[in-house]
């Protein structure tokens, strides 16, 4: 069935990298756009980044422009989400989730396949 | 503070029916018919409920059901059931320099 398996949370301290791993299986992931979506304690979604099926095209939010880099690997259906410089209100649960609509480089039409997160604690 | 604002909070009986906004700018909402809703129950990921403003993806039940007027977006939920409490977010396409920006969510409480 169509998955995607979040991996590579965990604690680090402010100022550090980390970098969080989406699995995917089930579909022909170098079809589909990816994004990563965060949920800090208690809070709301917030979308942080997409790239393009080809990895063309990547879009960030403001929040982690600069310090977050998405990219990934289709020989190994899998997305990654560098984090650098973190702070600790990048503190969250993060999803990783699938394009709704194959080929898509430019819209955002909606994520249909979301995987069960990965929790970031920045914390000293 | 979200770029897409929904009140908090909504409630409704069994078998009623309940409307959610979501209000937006022309930059997103009101630019685009790229707006989606997702439902998202405790401790779950969230769940995709509609599509460019009224698709249903498969396999959601046709009481749910999207709409959109100028900046503001609206998901109706009919015929409540007990499984329909829950938080639900709208999402918008915001141009190529926000490119998706969400609404803060709105807990749906069914009494």
């Known amino acids: 069935q169509v998955q995607l398996v979040e991996s590579g949370g965990g604690v680090v301290q402010p100022g550090r990298s980390l970098r969080v791993s989406c699995a995917a299986s089930?579909?022909?992931?170098?079809?589909?756009?990816m994004h990563w979506v965060r949920q800090a304690p208690v809070k709301g979604l917030e979308w942080v980044a997409v790239i393009s099926f080809d990895g063309s095209n990547k879009y960030y939010a403001d929040s982690v422009k600069g310090r977050f880099t998405i990219s990934r690997d289709n020989s190994k259906n899998t997305l990654y989400l560098q984090m650098n410089s973190l702070r600790p209100e990048d503190t969250a649960v993060y999803y990783c989730a699938k394009d709704l609509i194959p080929w898509n480089s430019y819209y955002y039409y909606g994520m249909d396949v979301w995987g069960q997160g990965t929790t970031v604690t920045v914390s000293s | 503070q979200s770029a897409l604002t929904q009140p908090p909070s909504a409630s409704g009986s069994p078998g009623q029916s309940v409307t959610i906004s979501c209000t937006g700018t022309s930059s997103d909402v009101g630019g685009y018919n790229y707006v989606s809703w997702y439902q998202q129950h405790p401790g779950k990921a969230p769940k995709l409920m509609i599509y460019?403003?009224?698709k249903r993806p498969s396999g959601v039940p046709d009481r749910f059901s999207g709409s959109k007027s100028g900046n503001t977006a609206s998901l109706t939920v009919s015929g409540l059931q007990t499984e329909d409490e829950a938080d639900y977010y709208c999402s918008s396409y915001a141009g190529s320099n926000n490119f998706v920006v969400f609404g803060g969510g709105t807990k749906l409480t069914v009494l």
């Open positions: 089930g579909f022909t992931f170098s079809t589909y756009g």
């Open positions: 460019e403003v009224s």
